[in-house]
C-alpha cells in the first residue's frame, strides 16, 4: 500500500506559468513533509520542506501548501522557467526515520 | 560540511554474479542511513535503513543485504544478481533532521 500518493504522473507548463503538483496521505503520524528534486542521471535534492503546524511554506518561486484536515499538501512553483524542469517527489516521515515517497512528477516546463 | 560519496558510479554486472555498492558520509557522526533503488521512471524504494554500527533494518524481502561496519559506512551486497536488480540506487543519510541523498549508482543487471 502506498503511503503516499502523488499526482499528476507527469506536467507540461509553459514558461511563466504556475506548476502545482498534489500529494496525499493517510497516516495522521506523518509530522514532516519534505519535496524533492531530481535531474536525470543525479540523486534527488532537498528543495523544501513543511511541518503539520503550518498551512504553508514560502521559500523563493517554490510554496508549499498543506492542508491537515484533508490530508493532502502541495507544491506550488510560480514563474516556471526551462531550468525546473525534471521529477519532483513528495515525502513523508515521522519523526525523521523512515521517509515514504510518492511516485514521482516530471515536469517540463516550455520555453 | 556533508559530503555523500556512492561508487562506483556505474556498473553493469551478468545474472547470478555478485554486487558490493559501497556508501560513505563525510561531515558528521552517527547519522541515520538509507538504501533506496528507483526503477527507470519510477520512485523511490526503500530497501534498507540503519540507525547505527551493525543495526539494519530490511524493508523488502529480496536476494539484497545491506550491511554498516563502520559509523559513516553503508554496504549493499548480493550474493547474485537478478535481471530485476537493475536501476539506480540511492544512498542517504540523516542527521539531525532532513535526508540527504548521495549521486547515486547506476547498475545494469545483463
Known amino acids: 500500500q502506498q503511503q503516499v500518493k502523488q499526482s499528476p504522473q507527469s506536467l507540461i507548463v509553459q514558461k511563466g506559468g504556475i506548476s502545482i503538483i498534489n500529494c496525499a496521505y493517510e497516516?495522521?503520524?506523518?509530522?514532516?513533509f519534505p519535496w524533492y528534486q531530481q535531474f536525470p542521471g543525479k540523486g534527488p535534492a532537498l528543495l523544501i520542506a513543511?511541518?503539520?503546524?503550518?498551512s504553508e511554506k514560502k521559500e523563493g518561486r517554490f510554496t508549499i501548501s498543506f492542508n491537515k484536515s484533508a490530508k493532502q499538501f502541495s507544491l506550488h512553483i510560480m514563474d516556471s522557467q526551462p531550468g525546473d524542469s525534471a521529477t519532483y517527489f513528495c515525502?513523508?516521515?515521522?519523526?525523521?526515520?523512515?521517509?515514504?515517497f510518492g511516485s514521482g512528477t516530471k515536469l517540463n516546463v516550455k520555453p | 560540511s556533508q559530503t555523500i560519496h556512492q561508487w562506483p558510479a556505474t556498473l553493469v554486472q551478468p545474472v547470478g554474479s555478485p554486487l558490493s555498492l559501497e556508501c560513505t558520509v563525510e561531515?558528521?557522526?552517527?547519522?541515520?542511513l538509507y538504501w533506496y533503488r528507483q526503477a527507470a521512471g519510477r520512485g523511490l524504494q526503500l530497501l534498507f535503513y540503519?540507525?547505527?554500527?551493525?543495526?539494519i533494518s530490511s524493508e523488502v524481502p529480496q536476494n539484497l543485504s545491506a550491511s554498516r561496519p563502520q559509523d559513516r559506512q553503508f554496504i549493499l551486497s548480493s550474493k547474485k544478481l537478478l535481471l530485476s536488480d537493475s536501476g539506480f540506487y540511492l544512498c542517504?543519510?540523516?542527521?539531525?533532521?532532513?535526508?540527504?541523498f548521495g549521486p547515486g549508482t547506476r547498475l545494469t543487471v545483463t
Open positions: 542517504a543519510w540523516r542527521g539531525s533532521g532532513e535526508q540527504y
Open positions: 497516516n495522521t503520524a506523518f509530522d514532516y
Open positions: 513543511i511541518r503539520p503546524d503550518v
Open positions: 515525502a513523508a516521515s515521522v519523526n525523521f526515520n523512515k521517509f515514504y
Open positions: 561531515g558528521t557522526s552517527n547519522p541515520n
Open positions: 540503519s540507525v547505527g554500527i551493525g543495526q
